[in-house]
């Protein structure tokens, strides 16, 4: 695929979507790379969203350079506001702080999401906490180092 390129935090979080997924939503996707990746791949369908108008203008804006726009349902709007119940297997939320990936993940049970792969750029050590209290199942973690930061990713398994 020609376009976006994912350096290795996005990487990672790519890596961790389950091969099971066939619709996939990501939230708060920013200049939209992660989201075309995951659309590259047969047989996932994605959506991608943005809260902020500017956000959103830009998404779309690479989406469309990217000769992608058939590939993604581009939606404006908050966390899983704009995914009906059941409408996605999975959602990934990254390059955002701990506080605001887990008020995403609270709405998973409601929208019968099945994963949540997570990656936190700040208060990383509040999301398995968070997870357990919830009786949640990590089923994988991984570290990545880019620009001699570590961020950890997490997929789990939604329990409604």
Do not use: F
């Amino acid at each position: 695929m020609r376009g976006p390129r994912l350096g290795k935090r996005l990487g990672a979080v790519l890596s961790l979507v389950p091969e099971a997924a066939r619709t996939v939503a990501d939230v708060g996707a920013g200049h939209g790379a992660l989201g075309a990746r995951l659309a590259a791949k047969a047989g996932i369908n994605v959506i991608a969203t943005e809260a902020r108008t500017g956000p959103y203008a830009e998404l779309c804006r690479n989406v469309s350079a990217w000769h992608m726009r058939d590939r993604l349902d581009l939606r404006q709007g908050s966390g899983l506001d704009v995914l009906g119940s059941g409408e996605v297997d999975a959602v990934v939320v990254a390059g955002v702080s701990a506080r605001t990936a887990l008020d995403v993940c609270s709405q998973a049970p409601a929208k019968r999401v099945r994963w949540v792969v997570i990656q936190c750029v700040q208060g990383q050590g509040e999301v398995e906490p968070w997870l357990n209290a919830r009786g949640w199942r990590v089923l994988c973690r991984v570290d990545v180092r880019e620009r001699r930061r570590v961020y950890p990713t997490w997929l789990a398994e939604v329990v409604a």
